[in-house]
């Protein structure tokens, strides 16, 4: 059984930045895609990035491209979302999401496995 567990939320000003984790466990994800996810309230869950574990392809929404940036660390077989720049409209809780092909996939239904959450706030 896949098991994520997030890490790294805060409460920070616009501006500054944070560095999100998602620490992986119960399989080897050589061959998975692992993204990051934002739900604000009363909104739907977007899609924030995502990255091929193997391969190590990205893939960002548009309205965090240039400012956030996935990584993973294979050792740790952790993922990381650090995020620079924020603004109040980054505010949300943030989940990892995790699938078993390396194909990337802006879509939420596409994911299997899920973390609880982290919540991120930036005030302006």
Not at 42 to 56: C, E, H, L, N, P
Not at 98 to 120: E, F, H, L
């Amino acid at each position: 059984q896949v098991q994520l567990v997030e890490s790294g939320g805060g409460l920070v000003q616009a501006g500054d930045s944070l560095r999100l984790s998602c620490a992986a466990s119960g399989r080897t994800f050589s061959t998975y895609t692992v993204a990051w996810f934002r739900q604000a309230p009363g909104k739907d869950r977007d899609f924030v990035a995502a990255i091929s574990w193997g391969a190590g392809f990205t893939y960002y929404a548009d309205s965090v491209k240039g400012r956030f940036t996935v990584s993973r660390d294979n050792a740790k077989n952790t993922v990381y979302l650090q995020m620079n720049s924020l603004k109040p409209e980054d505010t949300a809780v943030y989940y990892c999401a995790a699938k078993g092909n390396p194909y990337g996939s802006r879509q939420g239904s596409d994911y299997d496995y899920w973390g609880q959450g982290t919540q991120v706030t930036v005030s302006s």
